[in-house]
């Protein structure tokens, strides 16, 4: 949504994107496999104003949290709250602000550290708001390319599948030549998002496979072009509907995972915690080493999202065709 004064001025400009989760095939599309990864119903929504008072302040109530922000120095003073999302919006500012003073407010309904892209989505909406607010002509391929940048320049390392479903959102397919195509989602069934409080460190895990790979190269070779044909087998079945092999799929790619070094007591506790309460099958999603894992669990979320909350943290997930947008949900 704009809203433009009489002189033509943009004077507020919204915009939200959603959170991700990847299906299939981590790790693996780091050594040019396939991937799949999905937009949720989860989203972070970003209004910018002009401020009155010459400081610009950044202020979310879903978080807690109210700043003074230095764009040109890409520093803050903080009012109340311990926002760590705050250094993306800074950088996302920094690549596409006039340092002019602004009023930027953040609502977020995707729980952070739960893997579903909280940083992504908020890169991706800031980004996208900037570019209507200063009357910047903008295509989704240019957010997610910036978006991108945003993230890898604040966290060093960033998976761009990331960044390009929270911009496009749907479900999408990233081909071994990294072709992107979108399935249309007819898929309405439910997921379950289960994380601990400690968080994956992506670079990390992605170091401790590079090294595993490079002292058993071809075990490794072998564990990850299989994992590449999960990702196209999974695919068929998520066009045709087929919910067993869609679980049974799920269930030996985290018995790949588990080999490659990537899963945890605390992971392994939610997989099978999961499938004990009526999933069909569960995984690990994104980095692991701590992180989140997916349960799919058709007709049976609330009681496994009962179990995973009694230890650890969970969400009830839907998928979701919708990108970033300018219109206030
Ligand atoms: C992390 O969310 C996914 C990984 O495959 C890394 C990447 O794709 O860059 C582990």
Redesign the pocket.
Known sequence: MVIINLSGDIMEAIASAPGKT?LFG??S??YKQPAIATAVNKRATISIKRSTNGVSTLRSDDLQFEAELDTENKSYNLIRGKPGIIRYILEALFSTHDHSPIDIKLSLNIPIGSGLGSSAAVTVATLAALHKFHGIKFNKHLIAKKAHIVERNVQGIA?P??TLVCTNGGMIYLSRDKMVSRFNLNFKSSFVIGYTSKRGN?GK??RSVRALKNRNPRILGSIIKTMGQIVDEAKLAIISGNNQKIAELMNINQGLLDSIGVNTTELSRMVYSARRHGALGSKIT??GGGGSIIAFCPGKSNEVHDALNKYDNAIKIALSNEGVNLKYR
Do not use: A, F, R
Request: proline residues 0%.
């Open positions: 990847i981590e790790h599309v780091v998976s599948l990331d992506t895990m992605v994104g980095s």
